[in-house]
């Protein structure tokens, strides 16, 4: 059986494979294609953009104009990559990347198709994940994430109807809240999270941070928003009421409780690197203490510890939409030398304006990254708050299952279920991590994490017996050798 029909858009073999058409995925695909390397985008959506990006080229002037200056950045990316002749696949899930003897094949489901991608290098480009702001009613209908709300803005222009309450920290709830209130939303009220000690620890960062291109951004993009929304700081206490629907926000906040009637909650604590696939490959890991989450180990390149994986973009360490795109730039320099189209010499000439664009770009991050970490109180959670939403489970049983014996992440699955659902752990992981590390008294980096599994996205039976079986594939399943 043919791995996918004859009009299929993938094709069976290329130089490097780029996962995700964000802005690292568009300026690698765009720079590989350059260099003359047969270069094969692939991106689970229809236009290229990523989480940055999305519709850029297509949003009317009155969205790109509520959503930002930046947002035209997206449209000159786009356009570069059109020009480039790399071979964009777009509507292409990767559920799956293996290392074999001769590079690596991805498993890609296309529609209702699946078919065998080989390639000699891979870089992954798969951005970042917002870590789930998890309080009591947050898996309400009328609760999401800062994420989801920017998404359904960009896509189709629709904002909340109804008072909109924003809650969390970091940058990209601000800006959320600045596009949503520019977009004709009625946001009520912003409940900061942030406490007054994360300044403390950032001072001494802070006037590497007033150097960087985000002090001045960030300084303008806070007065916009304190000019129209009222702002609640030092937020210690949130959860989200209400039975089949979200119907109100409690907070408590300088001594006070305060209740807000609202149809919509919008939830945002940071976003932390996507590590599934590089994980489901055995790139090595380390936990970040700073932004409290794993990440990949990278070298200055982005090559990882396994040979022809690169991980480009936020996916090796958050630094924003132009960092990202001068890391996947870095990343297609690399792989461009490993695979002998360009020597050493022209290889670092090459690196030379990146590196001075992505020291700019990373300026100040660590006075981001310290100020900003999530506080423990909303980042660990106690009681009978949700932790996984797929399997219903909740920190009380996580804890429970601690003091039974349960040493790690892998072993939950057994004692309660937890990452065992559709997303495999993305949204509970980092949690689960952390509630066992502090009740067993140990480093996170102890713990560990959830192991990732075939397929890193759902694939249907049809799909499935699709792809291709080796004589390995089969022995596995029925124990028989080839000829019997």
């Known amino acids: 059986m043919s791995p996918l029909p004859t009009d299929a858009v993938l094709p069976a073999a290329c130089d490097v494979a780029i996962v995700g058409a964000g802005p690292a995925g568009m300026a690698a695909a765009t720079l590989a294609a350059e260099f003359g390397l047969d270069a094969v985008l692939l991106d689970e959506h229809a236009a290229p953009g990523g989480e940055v990006y999305r519709e850029s080229a297509a949003a009317s002037a009155e969205r790109r104009a509520a959503l930002g200056p930046d947002y035209e950045l997206g449209v000159a990316a786009i356009a570069a990559l059109e020009r480039s002749g790399a071979h ?22 296309i529609d209702q198709d699946a078919g065998i991608l080989k390639a000699r290098c891979v870089i992954l480009a798969v951005g970042a994940l917002e870590r789930a702001l998890q309080i009591d009613g947050w898996t309400l209908p009328g609760v999401t994430s800062a994420g989801a ?35 004709g939303a009625n946001v009520v009220a912003i409940l900061d999270t942030l406490s007054v000690a994360r300044f403390v620890r950032a001072l001494p960062s802070a006037i590497e941070f007033m150097r960087s291109p985000y002090y001045a951004r960030g300084a303008k993009l806070l007065k916009d928003v304190n000019e129209t929304v009222p702002i609640y700081h ?26 807000l009637i609202a149809d919509h909650l919008v939830l945002h604590q940071g976003i932390v690197p996507e590590i599934h696939l ?12 700073t932004a409290a989450c794993w990440k990949p180990r990278v070298d200055t390149w982005g090559g990882s510890s396994v ?9 090796a360490g958050i630094a924003g939409a132009n960092g990202a795109a001068h890391r996947g730039a870095l990343a297609a320099i690399a792989a461009a030398a490993a695979l002998g189209r360009i020597d050493t010499p022209k290889r670092d000439a090459a690196a030379v304006v990146h590196r001075q664009a992505l020291a700019q770009s990373l300026r100040g991050r660590r006075f981001l990254d310290t100020l900003y970490r999530p506080p423990e109180r909303f980042r660990i959670p106690r009681g009978d708050t949700i932790v996984c939403r797929c399997e219903n489970v909740t920190a009380r049983e996580v804890i429970a299952a601690v003091h039974e014996g349960c040493t790690g992440p892998n072993q939950l699955k057994i004692f309660v279920r937890c990452g065992m659902g559709p997303c495999q752990g993305r949204d509970c992981s980092l949690a689960v991590t952390e509630i066992i590390a502090r009740e067993r008294g140990v480093h996170p980096s102890a713990v560990g994490r959830f192991r990732a599994r075939f397929p890193a996205q759902a694939l249907t ?5 699709m792809l291709p079986s080796s004589p390995a594939d089969r022995l596995a399943v029925t124990r028989l050798p080839e000829d019997e």
């Open 88 to 109: 964009h696949v777009p509507g292409a899930r990767v559920c799956g990347v293996a290392n074999v003897a001769e590079g690596f094949e991805l498993c890609i489901a």
């Open 234 to 259: 030092d937020v210690l206490v949130l959860s989200a009421l209400g039975n089949e629907k979200l119907v109100s926000v409690r907070f408590t906040a300088n001594k006070r409780t305060v209740t």
């Open 149 to 183: 709300a920017q998404r359904q803005l960009r896509a189709s222009g629709d904002v909340p109807a109804g008072p909109t309450v924003l809650a969390g920290c970091g940058p990209l709830l601000y800006q959320v809240a600045q596009q949503l209130c520019a977009a």
């Open 278 to 289: 590089a994980d489901s490959l055995g790139c090595d890991m380390v936990w970040n203490d």
């Open 461 to 465: 039976l049809g799909q499935l017996a």
């Open 307 to 315: 040979a022809g994986v690169f991980i480009a973009g936020d996916g």
